[in-house]
């Protein structure tokens, strides 16, 4: 099956550690990042789940993916896997992020801005 894509809006890309308190050695690390699956960011409200706004996914990833987020808040390009566990669950794993565009928000007009600059 072909990967699954899908354009996002990358809000955060955060390295985390964590260590042995009594040995201090490295048990776990990787990088958290957290992202809208939006292609418009437009006021949303979804009336049934009682939820306004957009709920935030999240990818776990390695540390060396951490140098493909060059610039955060950003558009970005990812692909998915899909992954079926032993049980049968179906689910979608974030497995590639590709910079696609900066974003900013300015203050003064507090619009939204998507930097059509390309980073390859």
Known sequence: MENLKQTVLVLS???Y???N??????ENEGLTVRYITCEALEPCENA???LKG???AKANM???DYAKFSVVPAIYSVDFSVNVDS???????ATNFRFLSA???NKANTKLNLNTSKET
């Open 13 to 15: 890309a955060a390295v």
């Open 17 to 19: 550690v964590i260590k």
């Open 21 to 26: 308190d009594k040995t201090g050695e490295v």
């Open 48 to 50: 049934e789940k009682l």
């Open 54 to 56: 957009y709920k935030l």
């Open 62 to 64: 390695l540390v060396s």
């Open 87 to 93: 049980q049968g669950k179906t689910s979608l794993k």
């Open 103 to 105: 974003v900013t928000v």
